[in-house]
């Protein structure tokens, strides 16, 4: 809301520097965004909250000044000298909608270009100068928070307003020379054959002043603030009118609005002014709420004198009786927003000045605060993975369906199912996101476009899953992406990034306290998007939970990056923190000493060294302590469908030192044991 | 005899001191001690030496034999310590070659400043809750006294999913969900992701919010003022001034905007502040006795504040990030710095 200072100082005669004013204006809850200065004024542009549409004026505004610096606040001319003739004739059809409709008939006027302090003043607040009718309709509304509207009488046909719902009418001209369409519900005001407005929203090009409009019929109404919404929503169109009507205009000021209009008109188009026909069924009954001294004090944490609220609430056009150790308050017609005695409250607190109230700590009891598990796992992987090198992203929830394609989901896969988005900003942000995959494939595209080589990224957020329910499931995941660029470092470390993948993990997992967990290859990929031949599935507690894998050269390049790409997924990490195991046990440590062997064997290539390890343990025998792979060789003089591994073994017993001859007898047990499960032999 | 033996002893002496390296010394100690050694012959021949004769000679070889071990010792270890200065001379390596490590990675800055912010609430006894980012209508508006058709909705911009349910613009609705399971004393802070449908150059239509409140007897507006200016103080350093601005919220009532100091001027004025001195940076108010009620809590009983903060601007003016649309964007250079 703009509000010119020179306007305020109409009605309220402050000596304050403009400055200060909106400093005052700001500190009262009317929040100054902007000042500009114009030639010989000053304009003010107010964040005025959806509250207080009684401060969508100069009046309303000038109240505010008038009770926070305590002067007197000046009463708007609105007196009509003379009335000639009867009221026009005005019939409400639909009065749950239009609760009261007031109207003068000003006949004879002379329509032409607005007084120059009338253009200036409304163009000061953006509004636009037509012709003096229609510029005092605003300037009454500028001034008063009041819409106003002002038909061609002669257009009207039986020179009457009807004001009834659309009913089968759906389509209508306003005067911006728009065609709008129209519900059955839309609150319309006719003439005797046809609609003539958009209650509350905007006019008809069929009715509107023009140069040559001798007769006018002027509105001022209060319309059901919730129809007007409703309307301007569903045709689209936001006025200056409809704003204020549906925040709620004063029921006691249509009349008094529509006379300060009447008497501008005939004072600056002439013209003879009617009677007034004035609707108003049910006329407004003022609220009473009591508030008890008590009350204010304890919501507020300190002793506000009594004769300082009623000070203030007097100033503000509240009504005031003492009554016990309260007051009974009745707020004005302009005050909707008073409903209960919090908002008096509010009102004696705002005007005391927040910045005068002091601080204070609340007095508590304690109370057990129990750590939130699921954000303790979270905290606890996202710290593993920046130890391990990997940076957090934080993407958007949005997701382009289409891209599902790109990732080779299939039709009925789950993860199709997306919730989607009634008005989203693009469409490619039309759905919710069922994987964290694309989003950190486009980190990975984008980081890559602008130079970066090596790439570690992680997420950890939600997806939406279908649940069949209202809202859909929303499950915590964490994904991880890894582009490795094989010529990054002069360390030896020219290995698959898989494996540094699959060590991240395995260091999360001990991080983590879960030690039940494999990784399973089966035929097929685990993942659509992963690489058939380079990827498996993560069990825990033998649940699947998550997948590890090369990316698919398919969805490379159809992501259009290229390179050395790992993915870690972990599905469901509330699942996942379930298995993690509290505080661990300890173990004694070893009182003898160990025995070390290595073995190598040659195996046929697709022999894996899980399989090789599970046969080594696999063994009767509790005195391996440990097997570790140490090499994989394949060429000379291994032959070319085979591969040599060689384990180290570590051998111990809890309970006494072991022999070289009981140690050598296991260790040709298992090399036989090597031999007729693998084929595997000796190598020599 | 006896002459014999010390001058083998002599003689050995004089090789000795006349050795250049540890081969030589080695040669030496097998020439004189070792199986065939000369000394070693002369101790084997002892047997043959008259009875008399026998205390003083083997005396004497022993003698002798001592002599020469230690001066052998002596001597090969002065040749290995002057060996090893030598081959440590020679030994340099380059420490200007770059470390064999894998750097750390970086926790985004909206998630350092969420966990600091998340710290200093549970240190003063706040439990942490969530809610679904997906929420009803009704817990995102309704419940906090928002109903359909009120023009408060237009303070924000809401993404729909259906009639009933929306992307959750704020972090409030868990307030709600809350207080329905719970009976106070309530203290409680919501951290998460809420959703707007508007994007421009400060606005991004994800963003993060942390949402707090308290219900117990007694809460009263001075303490709403205290707990926040705790708050700032921690966040911003204790030289922030704070300023509480009336406002409004449907859900709470007294509410109010607070603003602090501008951070990067020092509230002299300057582009981030608009010139004003001031940031804003919380809202906050004491919950709507409406919202309590509809909670089931009796609001003669009960009182509560809540308040709700921005992440990203609160990261922005901590680290100094001038875009918010940095945040999502999550360029390497840009997450590498915090
Ligand atoms: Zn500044």
């Given at each position: ?30 929040e ?27 009046i ?23 009335q ?10 639909a009065?749950?909608?239009?609760l009261?409709?007031s ?5 004879g ?155 501008m ?13 004035d ?20 919501v ?30 009745t ?5 909707q ?52 090198g ?30 989607f988005?009634?008005?989203?900003l ?33 997420e ?56 039940d ?37 398919s ?9 050395n ?10 699942k ?20 070390e ?9 697709d ?10 343990t ?10 570790s ?16 591994l ?8 809890s ?19 090597l ?10 | ?21 540890l ?18 012959g ?35 270890e ?44 549970i ?7 969530e ?12 419940a ?13 911009d ?41 994007a ?50 449907p ?27 001031w ?21 003669d ?32 250079r ?5």
């Amino acid at each position: 809301m703009k509000a010119s200072y020179n306007w305020l100082k109409e009605f309220v005669d402050f000596n304050l520097p403009h400055r200060e004013l909106a400093h005052t204006l700001t500190m009262a809850g009317f929040e100054v965004e902007a000042i500009e200065e114009v030639e010989d004024d000053i304009i003010f542009d107010i964040g005025v909250t959806p509250n207080r549409p009684d401060c969508l004026s100069i009046i309303g505004i000038a109240r505010e000044i008038s009770a926070v610096l305590d002067l007197p606040l000046k009463d708007v001319n609105a007196e009509i000298r003379k009335q000639e003739g009867g009221g026009p004739l005005i019939e409400i059809k639909a009065p749950d909608l239009c609760l009261r409709y007031s109207s003068r008939t000003i006949t004879g006027v002379k329509p032409g270009p607005s007084p120059e302090w009338l253009v200036i003043r409304l163009e000061a607040h953006d509004i636009r100068s037509t012709s003096n009718i229609v510029d005092i309709t605003n300037y009454v509304l500028l001034e008063t928070g009041q819409p106003l509207h002002a038909f061609d009488l002669d257009r009207l046909a039986g020179n009457k307003i009807v004001v009834n719902r659309a009913g089968n009418e759906n389509e209508f001209h306003t005067l911006d020379n728009e065609k709008r369409t129209l519900n059955k519900d839309t609150l319309l005001i006719w003439d005797d054959e046809k609609p003539v407005a958009i209650a509350g929203v905007m006019g008809g090009l069929n009715s509107e002043v023009s140069e040559s409009t001798r007769n006018i019929l002027l509105e001022s109404a209060f319309f059901n603030p919730v129809s007007v919404r409703r309307t301007s929503k569903f045709i689209n169109l936001k006025t200056e009118s409809s704003y204020r009507f549906e925040r709620g205009v004063d029921m006691i000021g249509v009349k008094s609005a529509l006379d300060r209009a009447a008497c501008m008109i005939a004072d600056i188009a002439g013209g003879k002014v009617s009677h007034i026909t004035d609707i108003y069924p049910d006329p407004y009954t003022p609220r009473k709420l009591c508030v008890k001294y008590k009350k204010i004090n304890s919501v507020i944490g300190i002793d506000i004198d009594e004769s300082f609220v009623e000070n203030v609430l007097t100033g503000l056009g509240f009504k005031i009786k003492r009554e016990g150790d309260g007051i009974v308050v009745t707020p004005p017609s302009f005050r909707q927003d008073i409903q209960r005695d919090v908002d008096i409250i509010e009102e004696v607190v705002r005007l005391y000045g927040y910045d005068r109230i002091p601080s204070t700590l609340p007095a508590v009891q304690m109370i057990s605060a129990p750590v939130h598990k699921t954000q303790e796992a979270i905290k606890s992987i996202k710290n593993a993975m920046v130890k391990s090198g990997f940076s957090e992203a934080i993407n958007y929830s949005f997701l382009n369906p289409e891209i599902m394609d790109k990732l080779n989901i299939p039709p009925e896969d789950r993860r199709r199912k997306t919730v989607f988005i009634k008005n989203p900003l693009r469409k490619e942000e039309e759905a919710m996101r069922t994987t964290l995959i694309p989003a950190l494939l486009n980190n990975v595209s984008l980081n890559l476009n602008r130079g970066a080589k090596t790439l570690r990224l992680f997420e950890v957020s939600r997806v939406f899953l279908p649940s069949g329910q209202k809202l859909p499931d929303e499950v915590i995941q964490m994904c991880a992406i890894y582009h490795k660029d094989m010529s990054a470092s002069i360390w030896d470390d020219k290995h698959d990034g898989f494996y540094d993948l699959k060590g991240v993990l395995e260091n999360l997992f001990s991080e983590l306290g879960i030690r039940d967990y494999s990784f399973i290859q089966e035929a097929t990929s685990c993942e659509p998007y992963l690489h058939p031949g380079k990827s498996c599935a993560i069990t825990v507690n033998g649940e699947k939970t998550g997948s590890l894998g090369t990316l698919h050269p398919s969805v490379s390049t159809a992501f259009d990056i290229s390179g050395n790409i790992n993915i870690l997924e972990l599905y469901d990490i509330e699942k996942i923190q379930k298995a993690v195991s509290p505080t661990p046990e300890f173990v004694s440590l070893p009182r003898y000493p160990y025995v070390e062997r290595d073995l190598a064997i040659v195996v046929s290539k697709d022999i894996t060294v899980g399989q090789a390890k599970e046969t080594i343990t696999g063994i009767d025998s509790d005195i391996i302590e440990a097997v570790s792979l140490f090499d994989i060789y394949t060429g000379k003089p291994v032959p070319d469908n085979k591969k040599s591994l060689a384990f180290s073994i570590r051998y111990r017993a809890s309970d006494r030192t072991l022999t070289d001859s009981e140690v050598d007898v296991l260790h040709s047990g298992i090399l036989r044991r090597l031999e007729e499960n693998l084929k595997a032999e000796l190598r020599t | 005899m006896l002459n014999e033996i010390l001058s083998i002893k002599n003689l050995a002496g004089e090789e000795i001191k006349k050795a250049c390296n540890l081969k030589d010394i080695q040669d030496i100690r097998i020439k004189y001690l070792g199986k065939k050694g000369v000394l070693t012959g002369r101790m084997k021949s002892l047997g043959s030496i008259s009875k008399e004769d026998r205390p003083e000679y083997g005396r004497t070889l022993n003698e002798s034999k001592n002599f020469i071990e230690d001066l052998l010792n002596r001597q090969e270890e002065q040749f290995r310590s002057t060996e090893l200065n030598q081959s440590i001379q020679t030994q340099r390596i380059d420490v200007t070659v770059p470390g064999c490590f894998v750097p750390f990675g970086h926790l985004h800055p909206v998630t350092q400043t969420l966990d600091e912010i998340t710290a200093i609430f549970i240190s003063l006894g706040f439990n942490v809750e969530e809610g679904p980012e997906i929420e009803l209508d009704f817990y995102n508006f309704e419940a906090l006294n928002m109903p359909r058709d009120h023009p408060a909705r237009d303070m924000q911009d809401t993404f729909y999913i259906n009639d009933d349910v929306v992307l959750r613009t704020h972090t409030s609705p868990v307030q709600v969900r809350v207080m329905e399971k719970n009976i106070p004393p309530l203290r409680v802070i919501a951290p998460g992701k809420v959703y707007r449908c508007d994007a421009d150059v400060s606005h991004i239509p994800m963003f993060h919010q942390l949402e707090g409140f308290m219900v117990d007897k007694d809460i009263r507006m001075t303490d709403l003022k205290g707990m926040l200016e705790l708050f700032v103080h921690s966040v911003f350093g204790i030289d922030t001034s704070l300023r509480f601005r009336p406002s409004f919220f449907p859900f709470t009532e007294p509410s109010a905007e607070i603003d602090i100091s501008c951070v990067i001027c020092k509230g002299t004025g300057c582009n981030v502040c608009k010139g004003t001195g001031w940031i804003e940076i919380l809202g906050a108010g004491m919950i709507n006795p409406r919202v309590l009620e509809m909670s089931g809590y009796d609001p003669d009983l009960y009182t509560g504040f809540a308040f709700g903060l921005g992440i990203e601007r609160v990261a922005m003016l901590k680290y100094g990030i001038d875009d918010i649309r940095l945040f999502p964007e999550n360029d390497k250079r840009f997450l590498e710095q915090f």
